[in-house]
C-alpha cells in the first residue's frame, strides 16, 4: 500500500520559514514526480511545486518563485519544500502528490498558517 505522510506545517509569522517533508512508503521515488499543492480556504487546490525525481528538474509556481525550494533525497523517499519569507496568502492546507507510471497519489495534506 503506498502511502504519502506529509508533515512540517504550523503557524508561522508573516517573512518567516517552515519546511514541509512529504515521505513516501510503498513505493520509490525513482522516475516520479512529485509536487506540492495547496488550498487556501474557500479557494480551488492550485499546484505550488514540483520536482522530478530522474532528472532533478523543478517548477514553480509564479507566486512561490525566488521564496519557495523544492528537493528530494530519494535514498529516503522524502521530498522537501522550504518555504521562506512566507505571506499570509501561503496559508493553506499543502499536499503532496507523487505521480508515475503506474498511477497517482495524494498525501493528507499539512496545515500552513501565516499570520501577519
Known amino acids: 500500500e503506498v502511502q504519502l505522510q506529509a508533515s512540517g506545517g504550523g503557524l508561522v509569522q508573516a517573512g518567516g520559514s517552515l519546511r514541509l517533508s512529504c515521505a513516501a512508503s510503498?513505493?520509490?521515488?525513482?522516475?516520479?514526480?512529485i509536487g506540492w499543492f495547496r488550498q487556501a480556504p474557500g479557494k480551488e487546490r492550485e499546484g505550488v511545486s514540483c520536482i522530478s525525481s530522474s532528472d532533478g528538474s523543478t517548477y514553480y509556481a509564479d507566486s512561490v518563485k525566488g521564496r519557495f525550494t523544492i528537493s528530494s533525497d530519494n535514498a529516503k523517499n522524502t521530498v522537501y519544500l522550504q518555504m521562506s519569507s512566507l505571506e499570509r496568502e501561503d496559508t493553506g492546507v499543502y499536499f503532496c502528490?507523487?505521480?508515475?507510471?503506474?498511477?497517482?497519489?495524494w498525501g493528507q495534506g499539512t496545515l500552513v498558517t501565516v499570520s501577519s
Open positions: 502528490k507523487v505521480v508515475g507510471i503506474l498511477g497517482s497519489y
Open positions: 510503498g513505493l520509490s521515488f525513482d522516475d516520479h514526480a
